[in-house]
């Protein structure tokens, strides 16, 4: 769920390091979930992707992880470079159920401050 | 993917005036948009969402009065900032999305300063 008000959580890693990067969900009720980048002065990009009736999806060095059970999720970068370097958010998103009210809202999960260090 | 431009990038203005800031989708047609504000270490918070050619609908706490959101053609969706003051100055971020489903296009952010 959102969490505007609480300062980022930091991570540092060294280049070359596989890097993990977790989020809580609020919404036993979302169903697709998504993780950004937002490098500094920036808006958020799409990194990857996943619904619920997965429990993982791969990328391109990007692997997302959902556990329902205990409503988390978790970002792992492999061979982390320094161009990673910047905030990441999980986000949660109801897409079915009533409409005009949650339907289609992203919520944004605090966001982590990921450092690489050359 | 889809294209999101927010216009200017940056402004600064004196406390007391209005600023208006853009939101455009490029190549696709935005049934909806939304805006944020971030202020710096923190998540986004969602201010308002805006369907074409409706009323925005406010999220609790923001000042519809104060946050003027047009959303007058598919492409492009307006925030103005009336009476700005020192405590509005935030990143501001607007997104856009085609289908009445969940994905979301992010504009750049405008950056606001009010002195």
């Known amino acids: 769920g959102e969490s505007v008000g609480l300062h980022l959580p930091t991570l540092s890693v060294q280049e070359g390091d596989n890097s993990i990067i977790n989020c809580a969900y609020s919404n036993s009720a979302s169903d697709y979930f998504i993780w950004y980048k937002q490098e500094s002065g920036k808006g958020p990009q799409f990194i990857i992707d996943i619904r619920s009736n997965m429990d993982k999806r791969q990328g391109q060095r990007v692997t997302v992880l959902l556990n329902k059970t205990v409503k988390h999720l978790s970002l792992q970068i492999a061979a982390t470079q320094p161009g990673d370097s910047a905030v990441y958010f999980c986000?949660?998103?109801?897409?079915?159920?009533?409409?005009?009210?949650?339907?289609?809202?992203?919520?944004f999960g605090r966001g982590t401050q990921l450092t690489v260090w050359p | 993917g889809a294209v999101v431009s927010q216009h200017p990038s940056w402004v600064i203005c004196k406390s007391g005036t209005s600023v208006k800031i853009e939101c455009r989708s490029l190549d696709f047609q935005a049934t909806t948009m939304f805006w944020y504000r971030q202020f710096p270490k923190q998540s986004l918070m969602l201010m308002a969402t805006s369907n074409e050619g409706s009323k925005a609908t406010y999220e609790q706490g923001v000042e519809k009065d104060k946050f003027l959101i047009n959303h007058a053609s598919l492409t492009l969706s307006t925030l103005t900032v009336t009476s700005a003051h020192p405590e509005d100055s935030s990143f501001y971020i607007c997104s856009a999305r085609e289908t009445p489903l969940y994905e979301q296009f992010f504009g750049p952010g405008t950056r606001l300063t009010v002195l």
């Open positions: 986000a949660e998103i109801n897409t079915q159920g009533r409409r005009g009210s949650t339907l289609g809202r992203l919520y």
